[in-house]
């Protein structure tokens, strides 16, 4: 399936009997929707006697499936690459630790990092070195730009720094030569969710709709780690994070990180020269080394 919406029966109150699917109504009869639109659940004329929900794949926001997805992420020399992968994620374990000890067994978001570190084959002894590393560093603070790329797009911008000014004053000059400029509003265009990352292996599209459901997750996602290995990417609220990794587990599907994300709710849709414009200023946001990460709501124009 390229994209869709797979009905559930009896698992919504009463009053969730309609669903609205572009122009249509679709009553709970319907098991499957081809192909990706937009979905509503309400309250509607009540017309049927059974109720239904949907849970979704995401197919235009999978990595992997689109020019966009293939073109932001080319990479140069290999280790290069890994090297300033590592770079972020030290950043980010300095993060962690700051906001909740050094001690990956009391702190969540720091025993997510320590298992993607090791998913990506990175040394128990340099991730210890982080960890010691992040302690002994006094100061520094955290913070998040937001941003209005190529083509009207919104942009995140997620930094750890130690000179306020010096990093405004970079990223600042990074989007204006890249025809981006810092903006108040682009927060709007996304969502703080629960994001589970799980191998994809040999598990098909339908197993995996089916585990998102059992385990209660909202969304699925296919995208591809920094090694271009496919993942699964699976989308929850963010309350809800820790019980839906933990029911994924249960039901032998074995995964990799649980972390809150931003998660893109309104889609920018850029032609292909805007795509490239836009993943040379990612690559160049991504290069400075006070910027942690960058979420962006760019999709390909098709």
């Known amino acids: 399936m390229a994209g869709g919406v797979l009905f559930l029966r009896g698992l919504l109150p009463h009053d969730c009997r309609w669903v609205a699917f572009g122009c249509m109504w679709l009553n709970s009869r319907i098991s499957t929707v081809h192909p990706p639109a937009a979905v509503i659940l309400g309250q509607f004329h009540q017309r049927t006697s059974q109720p239904c929900c949907a849970i979704h794949h995401s197919s235009v926001m999978s990595a992997g499936h689109n020019k966009w997805s293939k073109v932001k992420n080319i990479k140069g020399p290999k280790d290069a690459a890994r090297s300033r992968i590592f770079t972020k994620y030290s950043l980010m374990i300095r ?55 190529p083509g009207g797009s919104s942009l995140l911008i997620e930094v750890q720094t130690n000179n306020k000014t010096r990093t405004h ?23 703080q969710k629960g994001v589970v990352l799980a191998p994809q292996e040999d598990i098909s599209l339908e197993r995996a709709l089916e585990l998102a459901i059992e385990a209660g997750a909202e969304d699925i996602q296919e995208t591809q780690d920094e090694d271009e290995k496919p993942l699964l990417q699976f989308v929850c609220k963010a309350s809800d994070l820790r019980q839906v990794r933990t029911a994924l587990e249960a039901l032998g599907l074995p995964t990799i990180s ?8 309104t889609p920018a849709l850029l032609p292909l020269d805007q795509l490239e ?22 999709q390909e124009k098709t």
């Open 95 to 149: 993060v962690a630790v700051k906001e909740g000890g050094p001690n990956p067994n009391t702190n969540l978001q720091l025993a997510n990092l320590v298992e993607r570190c090791r998913s990506l084959n990175i040394p128990k002894a340099s991730i210890e070195t982080a960890i010691k590393g992040a302690e002994k560093t006094k100061g520094g603070s955290s913070g998040l730009y937001e941003a209005r790329g």
């Open 169 to 191: 004053q970079v990223v600042k000059s990074l989007l204006y030569k890249h025809g981006a400029t810092l903006c108040s509003g682009a927060m709007h265009c996304f969502e």
């Open 258 to 265: 649980a972390s809150l994300e931003y998660v893109a709710h």
């Open 277 to 298: 414009v836009a993943a040379r200023l990612l690559d160049a946001l991504n290069y400075d080394p006070d910027v942690i990460r960058v979420w962006d709501n760019i």
